[in-house]
């Protein structure tokens, strides 16, 4: 049996509304739209964090964030540990396998060599280590108004600093990974192409903006930068099938999380918050764990070999490592891991659930059980109102969670409570032992 070539395509900070097949009626992304049209469109997919490190971490590794090492922690400003050789990625197992590996784009799991993609299981690396560039002087300016550190350069190929400056950062990843593609079309291969659109800085060449002369400009910059990933998706699928690897290609495709109200994305040092991403039916934004945080648009398309079709179940990135695997004819035992196959459902089978999904982010937990959701301490913005400590939702009939039933199922509510303190404190007690000397990074 031939080997599956396979390609992760991350989106940062794009909401779970922003995607045309997901249902926005003024973003253009027919390249997307096509994928989840010809295969499975994730319609209760979720991230395992609502912010950028932590996430990047459990999708790599199939493990909670605290389980692989990478926990959002406040102190001062909102830092997260490094990832480590310790946790095997996605790469470094399938690597095992007999594939090339390669990553264009974002890192953010680590500045040490030790966290670095090629001490990780990539034998390729073409991008930033940072959790946020200019897009085209690729100067990582973050925390500058803070009194930080100063601007740095963050562009590499390996362990070589490069520049390319006036390159739009998106298309420079897209044409890494058609090279990438191009140099190991003969041999099985994983790509991990991660974009840091639409990610603040808000910029965008004015032929995407043209695409959108309706729009409001924060709608219309967040539109012209998702309109130039899908461009970048759309080519990457068009090199598959010049190669003839397209129906022989796992592309898995989700947002990191949710959209970002961080008023650095205006760039003009007001503190008024970006409006621009949009979390459809949903409440809460990046670093909140409502649905509006964690909720994200995913996509999994593997030519004729599955079905194309919707799936409303609940199913969370850590997924994906232990699905990749199995489908590459890789032994998951070997691994430790909190994600379980999708395997089975994507060939249409056999279900597979979790009974409980959990997240944490600073002071806030939550866990997802059937259609139920409970978070505790959740966080909102100002002009989201303000949540009770706890706040118990059935999803079925409030994704918005806009009605509290804590007081009304006190019950279920305790033992929810008491399923996401638990799973917490399990990571927290083994915390210090296993992960606790990482290398920090600021999220």
Known sequence: MKKPNVIIILTDDQGYGDLGCM????????NLDALAENGIRFSSMYSASP????SRAALLTGRYPGNAGVRAILAGHRKASGLTPKVPTLATALKKEGYATGICGKWHLGLKEECRPNSNGFDEFSGFLAGCLDYYSHIF??????????????LWENEEEVYSNGEYLTERITRKSVDFIDRHKDEPFFLYVAYNAPHYPMHAPEKYLERFPDLPWDRQIMAAMISAVDDGVGEIADTLKQFGLYEDTIIYFQSDNGPSRESRNWLDGTEDPYYGGTTGKFKGHKFSLFEGGIRIPAILSWGNNITPRTVDNAHIATDIFPTILEACGADTDKYEIDGVSLLSMLKGTADCTHEYLFWEMEDQTAVRYGDYKLVINGHLTEDEGVAAPVWLSDLS??????????GDMPELCE?????????????????????????????
């Open 51 to 54: 912010v950028c490190s932590p």
């Open 397 to 406: 009939k409030d994704p918005g969670e806009k009605i509290n039933l804590a």
């Open 141 to 154: 300016y973050y925390g500058m108004a803070d009194g930080g550190s100063n601007p740095t350069h963050d």
């Open 415 to 443: 033992q929810l409570k008491k399923a996401a303190l638990d799973w917490r404190n399990g990571i927290e007690n083994t915390w210090d032992e296993k992960f606790a000397k990482n290398y920090s990074l600021t999220l």
């Open 23 to 30: 249902g926005s009626s003024d973003l253009k992304t027919p």
